[in-house]
């Protein structure tokens, strides 16, 4: 809310509103309570905030601590990664290896959850969906192709992924191979392991 008491909009990704009272948050110090005009359309889902929390502490440094989240958690993980993405280190150079460790991918969320952490260290973003993972290719993400991807525990993601698309999941219905068509269309060797 302005100063002189009249309701400032709000406009975001998911909600297009008038802020209409600010107040200390009982959640804890330094959080504020905002009250809106409009309800809000996508709330995140309440298991986010314990990310969120995380990387308002600082940076994961664990690997695989997305790996028990569901679907929907894992995609607000790759949604906090790439809200703390920082632009201001270099790309690995081009010709890199990363190792990505396939015991956890099994489902899409779960792989761009461990591509950003092969490329980028635990918390690490490299996309959350196919476009955001070709853009990421094309540098200032981390890596710059071409580049050499082994991935580990190859086969978790192929039954899975393969699985959900063969049962035509809605939001699963990208399969191994097209996975791996993705990648290797945007010039990453991929090498199964």
Do not use: K
């Not at 201001?88 to 990363?98: E, I, M, Q, V, W």
Request: a negative charge; proline letters at 5%; aromatic letters at 10%.
């Amino acid at each position: 809310m302005a100063e002189d008491g009249v309701a400032t909009p709000v406009i975001g990704a998911h909600l297009q509103a008038s802020v209409t009272g600010v107040r200390p948050s009982t959640l804890g110090r330094g959080l504020l309570d905002v009250t809106f005009d409009t309800a809000i359309v996508d709330p995140m889902p309440s298991g986010a905030r314990r990310i969120w929390d995380l990387w308002r502490a600082g940076r994961p440094t664990e690997p695989g601590l997305w790996a028990g989240y569901d679907r929907e958690l894992r995609h607000q993980w790759s949604g906090a990664a790439l809200a703390h993405h920082r632009h201001d280190r270099p790309d690995n150079p081009a010709g890199s290896t990363y190792h990505l460790d396939g015991r956890d991918i099994t489902d899409l969320e779960g792989f761009y959850c461990a591509i950003g952490e092969a490329i980028n260290r635990p918390g690490g973003y490299f996309g959350w969906n196919a476009d955001a993972l070709s853009e990421c290719v094309t540098g200032g993400w981390g890596a710059v192709w071409p580049f050499r991807l082994v991935w580990h525990d190859a086969g978790v993601a192929r039954t899975h992924l393969n699985s959900a698309a063969g049962q035509g999941e809605a939001a699963a219905a990208t399969s191994f191979e097209q996975l791996l068509r993705w990648l290797t269309e945007d010039g990453i060797e991929v090498e199964l392991r």
